[in-house]
């Protein structure tokens, strides 16, 4: 499964265009307009995927030419993030000078993750991974999340709904609606229990979606975890509780995701050879 020029091409402009937008929003904090308690929040997103989703996008990016089916896990993963996180920074923040760049990133990494996804060869990502990694345990971790963040945000939406208020965080945010929750509840959580279902099944693509959501979920976890912690230095204290909730995911999400894409190293079947394409 070698890289094609419009993965190449489209990873290459978001590398070009993300770079100096995170660089701005860490440099010239100004930019955003956000109510106070946001800005560490988008402070903490343009350090995470400044220094780790777009290095990760590059370098595998680059492996990618070798046919490298773990790479391809990894660069669908690091896409996933990027589609989300820009995603939240065109829909989720208030307007400044960087909007139309957010708008061409999010649709830049939606596109490169439906192409990369297309252009996958599930069934040779399963020959490569089915015996070698712990796939129970991946999709027991996959549920648990989806049903313990469906949960804790269900909670304050029909906690608002029965008490005919606006949620606590709509509040808090001064925003329309709580955007991650949209992300959430419509696309991300569920798509987490799908793949759990079709990895407990052995289903081809059951291997795919897991290994790009575990990198995923686990470069959102590092996300929450620096916001909460820029937040925290802003004097904008999280309960531990919570704090605690999502490190011990995103640690156990970093170890799995790590098993799942190193398990197979070395072995001939972890290198692909490319496969007929459209």
Same mark, same amino acid.
């Given at each position: 499964?070698? !890289?094609?020029?419009?993965? @190449?091409?489209?990873?290459?402009?978001?590398?070009?265009?993300?770079?100096? /937008?995170?660089? !701005?929003? #860490?440099?010239?904090?100004?930019?955003? &307009?956000? +109510? %106070?308690?946001?800005?560490?929040?988008?402070?903490?997103?343009?350090?995470?995927?400044?220094?780790? $989703?777009?290095?990760?996008?590059?370098?595998?990016?680059?492996?990618? =030419?070798?046919?490298?089916? &773990? %790479?391809?896990?990894?660069?669908?993963? %690091?896409?996933?993030?990027?589609?989300?996180?820009?995603?939240?920074? *065109?829909?989720?923040? &208030?307007?400044?000078?960087?909007?139309? #760049?957010?708008?061409?990133?999010?649709?830049?990494?939606?596109?490169?993750?439906?192409?990369?996804?297309?252009?996958?060869? *599930?069934?040779?990502?399963? /020959?490569?991974? $089915?015996?070698?990694?712990?796939? &129970?345990?991946?999709?027991?971790?996959?549920?648990?999340? $989806?049903?313990?963040?469906?949960?804790?945000?269900?909670?304050?939406?029909?906690?608002?709904?029965? =008490?005919?208020?606006? +949620? +606590?965080?709509?509040?808090?945010?001064?925003?329309?609606?709580?955007?991650?929750?949209?992300?959430?509840?419509?696309?991300?959580?569920? /798509?987490?229990?799908?793949?759990?279902?079709?990895?407990? @099944?052995?289903?081809?693509?059951?291997?795919?979606?897991? =290994?790009?959501? #575990?990198?995923? /979920?686990?470069?959102?976890?590092?996300?929450?975890?620096?916001?909460?912690?820029?937040? %925290?230095?802003?004097?904008?204290?999280?309960? *531990? $509780?919570?704090?605690?909730?999502?490190?011990?995911?995103?640690?156990?999400?970093?170890?799995?995701?790590?098993?799942?894409?190193?398990?197979?190293?070395?072995?001939?079947?972890?290198?692909?050879?490319?496969?007929? @394409?459209?």
């Amino acid at each position: 499964m070698s !890289i094609d020029r419009r993965e @190449r091409w489209l990873s290459a402009l978001i590398i070009v265009l993300a770079l100096p /937008a995170h660089l !701005i929003g #860490l440099f010239v904090p100004s930019i955003y &307009r956000d +109510p %106070a308690v946001l800005l560490p929040q988008n402070l903490g997103t343009d350090l995470v995927t400044l220094c780790v $989703a777009v290095p990760l996008l590059a370098v595998t990016t680059m492996a990618l =030419g070798k046919g490298s089916a &773990r %790479a391809r896990l990894l660069w669908l993963g %690091a896409l996933g993030y990027l589609a989300y996180a820009y995603g939240m920074y *065109a829909l989720g923040v &208030r307007w400044n000078e960087l909007f139309l #760049l957010y708008v061409a990133l999010f649709g830049l990494a939606l596109f490169a993750l439906v192409i990369g996804l297309v252009g996958t060869d *599930a069934a040779r990502v399963r /020959a490569s991974l $089915a015996g070698r990694v712990p796939s &129970r345990a991946v999709a027991g971790y996959l549920m648990l999340v $989806a049903v313990m963040v469906t949960a804790l945000w269900l909670a304050e939406e029909l906690r608002a709904l029965a =008490g005919g208020v606006v +949620p +606590p965080s709509v509040v808090q945010l001064e925003t329309p609606t709580n955007i991650v929750h949209v992300f959430d509840l419509g696309v991300v959580l569920p /798509a987490m229990v799908v793949a759990a279902v079709m990895l407990l @099944r052995d289903w081809p693509w059951g291997y795919v979606l897991a =290994g790009l959501l #575990l990198v995923k /979920a686990t470069t959102i976890g590092l996300w929450v975890v620096v916001m909460i912690w820029l937040s %925290a230095r802003q004097g904008f204290a999280t309960p *531990a $509780a919570y704090t605690a909730f999502f490190v011990l995911l995103t640690a156990v999400g970093g170890v799995l995701a790590w098993r799942f894409t190193a398990a197979p190293a070395g072995r001939p079947q972890w290198q692909l050879s490319p496969h007929p @394409r459209p």
